[in-house]
Every structure is written in C-alpha cells, then in structure tokens.
C-alpha cells in the first residue's frame, strides 16, 4: 500500500509540475533598441540595414523624415506604400546601399523619386500587401 501512496503521489506531484513550467517566448532577449539612422529609409527586416534611395516611394517620408518600417513604423494605421523590391536583399539585391548615419545625397530628392519604379505595396510593419 505505502508504494501505491508513493506512486500516487509521485504522479500528482509530475501533474502540478507540468502545469507550472513557464512557457518560452520566440523572442526572449532580443532588444531592439531605438531605429537605425538612414538617409533614405531603412530595410523592415532583420537586420535593419539601410535601404538605397529608390527603394521606397514618396508616400515613406513626411517632410523629409521615413515613417519608420518594422518596429519603429509611426505612420497611420492604414498605410500603405509602395516600394521598389529590385533594391531589397531578399530579391536579390546587393549592390551599394548608405551605411548608418550618412547623410542624404544633394540632388536625391524624397518627395519626387526620379524614376522611381514600384512593384510592391507594403504596410511598413513588413508585410507585402498588394503588386503595383
């Protein structure tokens, strides 16, 4: 009998055990810290690097200030922008790209992309929401 109170108990015990084992979150330790300086936007993927002028449209900066993309998106709810997706790493591009804290080209307008060619609407929180 003793051994069936010790089973018994042993099992209750691994029951209320397994009840309180804290779950682990996906993102345990990860700082984002505050939005990288860019001069014409920055990537709404990790690892946030600057994005080349052209990759994102004039609808991503209100008096010549990005909006922010990802974590640090301060637009309105509903936004949608479009951007050039030919200039994104995802896709394949690796050509020059400004490093952090440079600053915006004379001449390289924000308000009027020269010749800017969008192919993708995004919400700036990183999702694809529409093909121009």
Do not use: S
């Not at 084992?21 to 300086?37: D, K, M, R, S, Y």
């Not at 924000?110 to 999702?127: I, S, T």
């Amino acid at each position: 009998m003793n051994g069936f109170k010790f089973l018994a108990l042993a099992a209750v015990a691994g029951i209320c055990f397994a009840a309180t084992t804290p779950t682990i979150q996906a993102q345990v330790g990860v700082e984002i810290g505050v939005a990288p300086v860019c001069p014409y936007g920055y990537y709404d993927v990790l690892p946030y690097e600057c994005a080349p002028y052209g990759y994102y449209g004039p609808e991503w900066f209100v008096g010549g200030v990005f909006v922010g993309a990802g974590p640090w998106f301060h637009g309105p709810a509903n936004f949608h922008g479009h951007v050039n997706n030919r200039f994104h790493p995802e896709h394949g591009y690796n050509g020059p790209r400004p490093a952090r804290g440079d600053k915006p080209e004379p001449g390289k307008r924000l308000d009027k992309v020269a010749h800017f060619k969008a192919n993708e609407v995004r919400d700036g929180r990183g999702h694809t929401v529409g093909k121009r």
